[in-house]
């Protein structure tokens, strides 16, 4: 990791998200250009816990293939590694299995044999408990100080990785790397780093490239981007020709799911561009300078989903006048109703710990909050009814009870019913368990590789690894 850099290092970083759709002739392009790599983050925490609850990618398993083919035919003629991370949406066990089954399909088809790297970053709860018991874990806001029952709660828990995992499976020669949960920054960053670039404009590189074309002015326009670093900075450009980057464009994302557009906290360091200059070098292409990493006691960030309560919902579209003259105080009279209805309808011992709630699309479903006096009243709305309960039986109970109030809830007591457009039938929908993040904390590390294995594949002896190894 200590070398001098001789040459501008570059790297394709093909889409936001693998699956996203990889584009043919932008690899071309970058391949062109004389890309040293091909690097890409292949999920994040955006979609939920569900997903690493129950080891699945919400990406289309065909999206997956069909952007890895397009890769690995671009490794199979110009000899470029492919750096993936965050494999199968939440880069635990089993999403990396998922995406590590697709390759080995994919190198079949294309009768190719790379050298792949699994890198494991998920965590057993013994592990955990012990880390914690050790005053190394600590939480991250608005969690709270961890204990046992919240680490067995969990159905996998994860360590985010950093760049040091991906530069030892570069040293050892891997063509592929499929790697578990990773910071979106170090799967790009950690080539240049392995090549000798400096860390600062490597970190903040894969930092500007981690969504692909969404750096550019039109992030609609193309897929990816092309990266070079060199000893001084490092350039953006989209990989098509039809699109450009700006000083705008570039500097902006750094306010991307970052509360700070200066500081960049990754493990083992701080990205700082307070001193960052962004310059136009033509009408597609921005060099930034200026860019410096700050070391710091490593840390990785861990991630830990668990399956909780169960839910029904149900949905109807409304455009009674009455109730548009009046939606906070029809929301609060109907739920209170509700309340009433399911009290009647089942006995309190069956019924337990309950929740309904009302999300009114149209008005404030995603806030919560009353909108601000004089807010103009919608054409229509629609109201989306949820349940909660401890098993999906008692989740949908609380539906039908409700069914009928939900349907046909006047908003002025006393005038005949009105008859809300529900959209299914039947109309009440299980919707299974409810998922959430009990794991937000960093745990401290004095080896970057103390929660990490690498499994090497070996062609002929499918989905089994020549070697595991903590490094």
């Known amino acids: 990791m200590n070398r001098n850099l001789k040459d501008a290092i570059r790297i394709i970083v093909p889409c936001g998200s693998l699956g996203a759709g990889v584009r043919e002739d932008e690899i071309a392009y970058g391949l062109e250009q004389g890309a040293q790599a091909i690097a890409t983050d292949a999920g994040s925490t955006d979609s939920g816990a569900a997903y690493l609850a129950l080891g699945i990618s919400k990406n289309n398993r065909g999206a997956v293939k069909r952007d890895l083919t397009i890769l690995m035919q671009a490794h199979a003629d110009s000899g470029v590694p492919i750096i993936v991370g965050t494999s199968g949406q939440a880069g635990g066990d089993l999403n990396l299995a998922w995406t590590r089954d697709i390759v080995l399909e994919v190198a079949g088809e294309l009768n190719i044999t790379p ?26 806001p608005p969690s709270q100080s961890l204990d046992d029952a919240t680490i067995d709660s969990c159905e996998h828990i994860v360590a985010a990785l950093g760049v040091e995992p991906f530069v030892a499976a ?3 020669g891997a063509d592929i790397i499929l790697a578990g949960r990773a910071t979106d920054t170090a799967v790009i960053a950690a080539f240049p780093i392995w090549k000798g670039a400096p860390w600062g404009p490597s970190w903040h590189a894969g930092k500007i490239a981690e969504c692909g074309v969404q750096c550019a ?23 098509s020709l039809n699109n450009r980057c700006t ?21 083992g360091g701080v990205l700082d561009v307070k001193d960052a200059e962004y310059q136009m070098l033509d009408e597609r ?5 200026g860019s410096r990493w700050d070391p710091k006691p490593y840390t990785m960030k861990l991630e830990g989903a668990a399956a909780g309560l169960y839910q029904t919902l149900m949905l109807v579209g409304v455009q009674d006048p009455d109730v548009l003259a009046n939606i906070d105080g029809f929301h609060d009279r109907l739920l209170e109703a509700l309340y009433v209805r399911t009290r009647q309808c089942i006995p309190a011992q069956e019924l337990g710990e309950f929740h309904i709630s009302l999300r009114i699309y149209g008005w404030n479903a995603v806030t ?21 309960a401890a098993t999906q039986e008692l989740a949908n ?6 069914n009928p109030y939900f349907f046909h809830y006047p908003s002025i007591m006393g005038k005949e019913l009105p008859s809300y457009g529900f959209a299914f039938s039947p109309a009440d929908i299980p919707r299974g368990q409810v ?16 929660l990490v294995s690498t499994e090497w594949l070996t062609f002929g002896r499918k989905n089994k690894s020549e070697e595991k190894s903590n490094a």
Do not use: W
């Open 115 to 140: 050298r792949i790297a699994l890198i494991h970053c998920e965590q057993d709860k013994a592990t955990i408990k012990r880390l914690n018991a050790e005053g190394r874990i600590t939480p991250l």
């Open 285 to 289: 292409v921005v060099r930034v300078t």
């Open 435 to 450: 998922y959430e993040f009990k794991l937000n904390h960093v745990v401290k590390l004095d080896d970057p590789f103390e």
């Open 247 to 267: 000083a705008k464009s570039v500097s902006g994302h750094m306010l991307y799911e970052n509360s700070d557009p200066f500081r960049l906290i990754e493990p």
């Open 217 to 239: 002015d039109n992030p609609t326009a193309g897929s990816g981007v092309l990266l070079t670093i060199d000893n001084d900075g490092f350039e953006v450009e989209p990989l």
């Open 368 to 388: 919560g909050l009353k909108p601000p006096a004089g807010t103009a009243t919608p054409p229509e709305l629609g109201i989306l009814f949820v349940s909660t």
């Open 397 to 402: 109970s609380i539906a039908q009870a409700c």
């Open 170 to 172: 570069l040293e050892d």
